[in-house]
């Protein structure tokens, strides 16, 4: 099994005539995802290498019964295209885009909430890969295989480097999912954790943080209180310099939250092993499931 | 990006939030007629982003002409932590019956825009919020709804203000939260917000931080620069669209994507090196912006090797690969680079490079194995 | 039993320091109804004849357990007013205010929906009376006794009219409800007569309709598919002039709805018998009920 | 408040939407000037609210100075369905490739604005309606989210509109639906909405509905007036916040509440009278209130007989007795009143009618008795 992607999945993008859009949409089709729509508002009836380019995504789902919309357009429309994906009643709505003002993500965060129909993940993320399955975004999937890890990264490339330790000391993955570091991203690590969780194929749990935020505290309490299966922690920043903070109202908001080791901290009396390169990590996983 | 007081001030004018009449200025000539202009006593203020101006004479009172002139002399120009002072921003000396605190800012952990509201302004809101948090009045508002009137009520009773300013405050919160929305930013804070003897009430300090990725729809604001900060690196680097913190150190770093650039100084510092920099060369690098990262990096003298570390995704290895040897033409490094590359199109990427043969360039497998080698490189070079 | 108000009403009233808040707060404390609070922003502290006063609702809330508020607050402060209630997390808020601007009706309508926490009745409406238990509002109670009949209306006075015709002819009530007639009224027909519809004591509904807007149309279509109980409906409006129509686009949405012909007879179509004064409401009422 | 089109076209310009450029005139003067100004060819066109002008003569075109004078000498003063015009509007004359029709409708049923688009733009879009619904795209909006880019793109979709003009349709939706919140508007439709041969958009007419309840927060829309459209006796009553509206009958007609007042109007015509009018007191009518609203009834001269339907809630009967002695002090009326009061204080309202002795008023103690009676005294008035 694998978490939110799978061979169910059918795919629309947004934004496919643009260049990225096309060169990714096209390279997901080639992985095995099911791809059945794209949407440019204005070149509807065209097609992307045999893919079906309609003008609204409403359209996409009626036509072709789309029920994932990968978000590829450029940041000052991305929260429009978010919605109308949202609006079309798209189940998972995964948002590659980089660089959306943070309060068009606060709004669009705010309407999927609100309506409760939706999930999305990212934005500024790589997307998800489920090994032989589907693959959904710029993930690099040859490193990975079908396996019994699940990954969940607030980082992209870090997630590909994480990945790979996992990959060449042996294991495959249920399902990769990069959850972006955005101000307001739309799936949190508690989120995909759970859906960790509750899939009877992953055995173990990666998550990868960063500095900033407390996403990763947060998630240190969901494990205490819900999480039996083994999970283990990787945080990237130890040693970056401490970011600027926001006036005298963001110190008062983060208090001691944060820091890498803050966050290595918390994980840790939850139980979480945490590595401190990439490559302890795939060492504490052989550990733990005794490859 | 942060503003300067100055420009947060015009910027809250402009949305009708009450500040001190002032003007910027560049020149101690500049200065002087803006104090003419605004009349005595006035204050001259240092234009830095920094705290504690204040105590290091950054913020002086001009009772007349004179006085104006020499502080002027005395601020413009002086160094404040580090950061030279540019302009100062003269403005009306204001009467002081009380001194509030009061913010906006965008709080990632609740998803929504926090307002916050004190009693207790002045220097140390800080403090206030370590030692007596009960006297910060909180609240989070749900960006659908947008901030109520009754918002501003339940925090003036909630933080215990003056009753006759009850609703002055309440509407001042309203304005405040309305800029941080119509404006994106990120943060407004206003410490102190004064009220006066005359029970008006005036933003005495402004500090505002926008959001980068949406001043495209903010044309005024994308043109205000804060010269006390820029870094000329810093600004190389923004103007090519990289990311790049400078360090302390001698290695310099480039990778694709924030976390693995954190991930590689963390195992480069944990084998001994010390990171020069950050640099993220950002998702989907192409070769010009490869060779524009390492003159950048280069453009640091202490820099004494440089390690590559590319994972690719969205950025293609052969890209990579092609902007290093466009680098190596252009600029012709002294100092040796270590470069490891894996990801998309990586067999193609290492075949260019092998094929490029340049000088004093290593390749290494593995992220460990490439930091060993730098730092050994690095020692050999400074040796 | 009763509807929506009772002697476990604990009722606060915003706007009770003005003088039609604070004689119809006293009236309805008169009348045995639970008056726990009064709020006025600045006058927290003091009291209306015994009725603490607080700055806000939630103070109201925490203080003295309030759980109904009725507005009473001029209509520029209104929908504020309601936003404050709403979020204080009382349950039933019940506007009396006349002439919100339909603008802030809509969007209070929203947030309460949104959020999903209290129940609106009104703006512009005379409020709700369950005879000897509580009554909460403007209706004038001393025509009222308790009895099985709950009547459910969009005007005021045209309410204690029929109510009196039903009281003259022998009829207590259950509870009165007055919904208003405003253009976004919190509660609507169809709430009102489900709550009767599960109401034990109520034998009969009785609801007053008028002409404009479809709220009587789609009471019909629910009363048609889920009301078991015998209903009497009284429409007001045959020989008015016709309204004006909001441009093409009002002709456009409201089609052949909203005379008191059709609304007569969408409610005769699915069984009700409609009056056509209000004495004959009385009169169908006892040939029902068989007093 | 309904706008006149100029009204509405000006408000329309304030928040960009594009319109022709014009000029109201009151006078044959002003419109020649205006005229003038515009340049020709240029449209005169009357200032009424009633469909169907054009065909009435009330719309004409002027291609120099002599002919505007003609049209403009024509229009003002003239009657349309009983109106009389005294206002045009004079604007350039504009060139269609197609007309197409845009509105937002407060929509109450769907408690939601409502967008509606169509390419069938012209005179009969009610006909389009009923004869090919699909023609008509629709759109509700969440008041709490907005209108977004991409429900313009939908509706333009939906609707057929040209290729080229998708994204400038959807743009101009938004604008019109942001128009009708800022504004807080109960209506804006544009009908017809033109395309011009350059493929630029223009709002050539304007219908615009204003919610009366929200223009203490529009001053300037609060100070609109529309002259054609107010019937002395509705503005007296308008002026005294009195709900007046002029019937065709000869009973007098004042209750307290609209739905009480519906209700009196079908009683009395059930009983076989005629009512002359529909007024509404309002709640909480004063002794003042009640005095007006009888000057108001009585101005009509048709009225032979009054008849006085209060239940009191927060109307208080012995107010309304007082006003009713007032206004037989200062009015002297010598057509008979029949009154019926019930609810708050009703006993002391009759027991202050009662010791008043007023000449020719009768009091009823139910509402089908009242309507029988003041019926019967009309004939006996009439006869």
Known sequence: MSILIDKNTRLVTTGITGSEGRFHTLRNRDYGTNVVAGVTPGKGGQDVDGIPVFNTIAEAVDKQGANTAMIFVPPPFAADSILEAEEAGIELIIAITEGIPAHDELRAFQVIKKNGRSRLVGPNCPGILSPDKANVGIIPATFFKPGNVGVVSRSGTLTYQVGNELALSGFGNSSIVGIGGDPVPGTDFIDVIGLFQDDPETELIVMCGEIGGDAEEKAAEFIGEHVTKPVVGYIAGFTAPPGKQMGHAGAIVSGSHGTAAAKAQALEAKGVRVGRTPTQVAQIAMEILGK | ?383
Chains 1, 3 share one sequence.
Request: include cysteine; charged fraction near 25%; aromatic fraction near 6%.
């Open chain 2, 1 to 383: 990006m942060d503003l300067l007081e100055y420009q947060g001030k015009q910027l809250f004018a402009r949305h009708g939030i009450p500040v001190p009449s002032g003007k910027p200025a560049r020149t101690v000539e500049e200065a002087v007629a803006a104090a003419d202009e605004i009349g005595y006593p006035c204050a001259v203020k240092a234009q830095v982003q920094i705290g504690g101006r204040g105590k290091l004479g950054g913020i002086k009172i001009a009772a007349n002409k004179d006085e104006a002139r020499e502080h002027a002399q005395a601020i413009l120009g002086m160094d404040i932590k580090g950061l030279t002072v540019y302009e100062v921003w003269i403005e009306g000396a204001s009467q002081i019956a009380s001194e509030y605190y009061a913010s906006v800012v965008f709080d990632r952990s609740a998803k929504a825009p926090l307002v916050m509201l004190s009693t207790k302004g002045g220097m140390d809101i800080e403090a206030v919020a370590d030692e007596d948090p009960d006297a910060i009045a909180h609240l989070h508002v749900d960006a659908l709804i947008g901030f109520q009137d009754f918002h501003g009520r339940q925090l003036a009773f909630d933080a215990g203000v003056d009753a006759d300013v009850v609703r002055p405050i309440g509407a001042f919160l309203k304005q405040l939260y309305n800029t941080f929305v119509a404006e994106e930013c990120l943060l407004v804070e206003v410490n102190p917000l004064i009220i006066t003897p005359e029970r008006t009430l005036t933003a005495l300090d402004a500090k505002v931080t926008l959001d980068n990725n949406s001043l495209f729809r903010h044309k005024d604001n994308a043109e205000l620069r804060d010269l006390s900060a820029e870094d000329p690196q810093e600004k190389m680097a923004h103007d090519r669209g990289l990311t790049y913190v400078k360090l302390d150190g001698n290695i310099g770093i480039l990778g694709n994507g924030a976390g693995l650039v954190m991930s590689t100084l963390d195992v480069v510092k944990g084998a001994g090196g010390e990171p020069a920099n950050f640099l993220d060369a950002g998702g989907g690098s192409k070769a010009e912006a490869i060779t524009s990262a390492v003159e950048v990096i280069l453009s640091d003298s202490k820099v004494e090797a440089v390690l590559f570390n590319i994972f690719g995704g969205i950025t293609r290895c052969d890209e990579v690969a092609n902007g290093l040897i466009e680098a190596f033409s252009q600029l012709n490094p002294s100092v040796p680079f270590v470069v490891r590359l894996d990801g998309t199109n990586d067999k193609e990427g290492r075949q260019i490079l092998a094929e490029a043969n340049l000088p004093n360039v290593y390749t290494e497998a593995t992220m460990d194995g490439a930091a060993a080698k730098v730092v050994e490189l690095a020692k050999a070079h400074h040796a």
